[in-house]
C-alpha cells in the first residue's frame, strides 16, 4: 500500500509544528509534522465527523 496524500493546515502559522492529516476510503489518519515516520491515529470517517462536529460548536 502506498503512503497517503498528507496535508496540513493553512491556518497553522508554523507549518512544521502541526498536525497532518491523510484520508483513504476507510480511514482518516493523523500525524505529528515534527515525526512522519512516527505514530499515527486512525479514525473511521464518521468517528472524525462527530468529532469535528463537537470542536467547531
Known amino acids: 500500500m ?3 496524500a498528507w496535508r ?4 497553522s502559522p508554523d507549518a512544521s509544528n502541526c498536525v497532518e492529516l491523510a484520508t483513504t476510503p ?7 509534522s515534527k ?4 505514530p499515527r491515529l486512525g ?4 468517528t472524525w465527523a462527530t468529532f469535528l ?3 467547531t460548536k
Not at 496540513?8 to 491556518?11: E, F, I
Not at 476507510?26 to 505529528?32: G, S, Y
Not at 515525526?35 to 512516527?38: L, Q
Open 26 to 32: 476507510a480511514t482518516v489518519l493523523i500525524r505529528d
Open 8 to 11: 496540513k493546515s493553512s491556518y
Open 53 to 55: 462536529t463537537h470542536i
Open 43 to 46: 479514525f473511521s470517517p464518521t
Open 2 to 4: 502506498s503512503d497517503p
Open 35 to 38: 515525526d512522519t515516520s512516527g
